[in-house]
């Protein structure tokens, strides 16, 4: 269902996004019985972005990208609660860190958020962090981003100072994903480079190479990372 987008689970329901040419909406279903709870029309127009959930005081809140802009709705109901017309985008999604969301907007931003919805202006624009398809990562205190033209950027999460900038094989669609202080970038040939996360500058700790097409963000789970190629899902670890 949708266009590469993914359901996430919020207030106890499958929410499904769908935005595309035709019928656009987002929607949730029962867990249990798979009926539908709610449907909120959206604009027609085609994204690929994934809703973001995050708890304010009325409860889980839903904020989803499109080419109109980032729109909040109510997880339980599916009431749009505000749009912030400047954080639109079709591809890469934002990340939330606390009072602060990241996103992939001049490159990355940093825009301060509460209940009432962002800040007008962002604390910072990290305009060098330029993220294609992949959505940025915020880890230990860092932003990473990954390019169609294989760069890596890093920047200061806090100031938004750039850190460094290198660029190794191949092109990324898939996100950067982190665990225990490593930063994994599989690019779209299946060769994965691994970055130290503690170093202060780029410091590649190997690269391994599955030699089959991948564009899917790799998962982390229960001390395995798990990959999908256009061939296999692969489940590396222990």
């Known amino acids: 269902v949708g266009m590469a987008s993914s359901p996430v ?19 949730a279903l029962d867990t249990k019985y798979g009926r539908n709870v709610w449907k909120t029309e959206r604009p027609r127009e085609i994204s690929w972005t994934t809703p973001l959930v995050r708890t304010v005081e009325g409860g889980p809140e ?7 802009g980032l729109t909040a709705y109510d997880a339980a109901t599916g009431a749009a609660h505000w749009t912030f017309k400047a954080g639109g985008g079709s591809v890469p999604v934002g990340v939330l860190d606390g009072d602060s969301l990241y996103l992939p907007v001049g490159g990355v931003s940093r825009f301060k958020i509460d209940a ?12 060098d962090a330029r993220t294609g398809y992949a959505s940025p990562l915020v880890y230990a205190g860092k932003v990473y981003t990954a390019d169609g033209q294989g760069f890596i950027t890093c920047v200061d999460a806090k100031t938004g100072k750039s850190l460094y900038k290198e660029r190794v094989k191949g092109a990324f669609s898939a996100s950067p ?62």
Do not use: H, Q
């Open 9 to 27: 689970l919020a207030a106890g329901r499958l929410i499904v996004p769908m935005d595309n040419a035709g019928e656009s909406f987002v929607a």
């Open 62 to 68: 839903l904020l989803f990208s499109g080419p109109k």
């Open 116 to 127: 009432k919805g962002l800040a007008e202006k962002p604390e910072w624009a990290a305009r």
């Open 177 to 238: 994903v982190a665990a225990d202080g490593k930063v994994y970038f599989l690019n779209e040939t299946g060769a994965c480079t691994v970055i130290d996360a503690r170093a202060e500058g780029f410091e590649v700790l190997g690269t391994n190479d599955l030699g089959e097409g991948s564009l899917g963000t790799p998962a982390l789970a229960r001390g395995r990372v798990f990959l999908r190629t256009d061939k296999a899902l692969y489940a590396v670890g222990k």
